[in-house]
């Protein structure tokens, strides 16, 4: 009896050290890059400046209750030359992430602030209504500060924690997006994308994570001068899933 006691005292206590693991990323990790707008080669004005609001979610998988919630300010320029759109710009940020341990009953916010720039560019072929940006390049450089950063480099030597302690992210992303122009003043958009944050997320002793690629979709709808869309995504391994809302106006 005594031995069944032990075998089962043993695979509780290694059921409990696997479920107290936690993993930290940065504030915007796997959320970071942006839908940027960019003017229909049929369009009358190739070049526009657009200002653009964005609500930010993201679920933390790993640690299964927490999450990230922000929002994002985008300035931004895009240009539709024969054959080519590209877009340049700044960005801020700020939000909060979510901590809820089952183990204990409190649940504490950590809030972060940020910036950063970002640029796309993208090879279209076009029809009398369609424009198919057939393989384009999504980049974000992004840089954090706040509680967030504060608490992820202060618990990074625990034991059975994994975190990211750099302030500055850099990520880049493929996609594939078609643009139908119904009219002059209504269109539609699809958008698949794959998503890679460059670098070492988190090193601890033998252990090196790079992190997980994210593949997702946006969907959009223009009407005259504002541009609503929707975007889902998760990571490859599992480990995140990400939604943006978003609401862009050309100037």
Same mark, same amino acid.
């Given at each position: 009896?005594?031995?069944?006691? #032990?075998i089962a005292g043993l695979l509780l206590s290694m059921a409990v050290s696997s479920c107290s693991e936690r993993f930290y990323g940065p504030a915007l990790y796997q959320n970071d890059v942006q839908q940027m707008i960019k003017p229909h080669s049929k369009d009358s004005v190739k070049?526009?400046?657009?200002?653009?609001?964005?609500?930010?979610?993201h679920d933390n998988m790993f640690n299964q209750t927490d999450d990230t919630k922000a929002g994002l300010l985008n300035i931004y320029r895009s240009h539709t030359v024969p054959h080519f759109n590209f877009s340049y710009g700044v960005l801020g940020f700020a939000g909060t992430y979510k901590e809820q341990v089952s183990a204990k009953p409190a649940v504490s916010n950590k809030a972060f602030t940020g910036f950063g720039f970002n640029g796309?560019?993208?090879?279209?072929?076009?029809?009398?209504?369609?424009?198919?940006? #057939?393989?384009?390049?999504?980049?974000?450089?992004?840089q954090e500060g706040g509680d967030y950063l504060a608490y992820r480099r202060a618990v990074a030597n625990q034991p059975d924690v994994y975190s990211a302690t750099q302030a500055g992210m850099f990520s880049y992303g493929i996609f594939s997006e078609? #643009?139908?122009?119904l009219n002059k003043d209504v269109n539609i958009g699809a958008k698949l994308f794959i998503n890679k944050t460059t670098g070492q997320l988190v090193k601890k002793d033998t252990y090196n994570y790079?992190?997980?690629?994210t593949s997702g979709a946006t969907i959009s709808l223009g009407y005259k001068m504002l541009t609503g869309y929707l975007t889902s995504a998760t990571s490859s391994n599992l480990s995140g899933g990400s939604v943006q809302v978003g609401l862009a106006c050309r100037f």
């Open positions: 009896m005594k031995k069944t006691h #032990l070049t526009r400046l657009y200002g653009s609001g964005t609500l930010l979610m796309s560019a993208s090879y279209y072929v076009s029809t009398k209504k369609t424009d198919w940006r #057939l393989i384009g390049v999504d980049m974000v450089y992004t078609m #643009l139908i122009r790079y992190g997980a690629s």
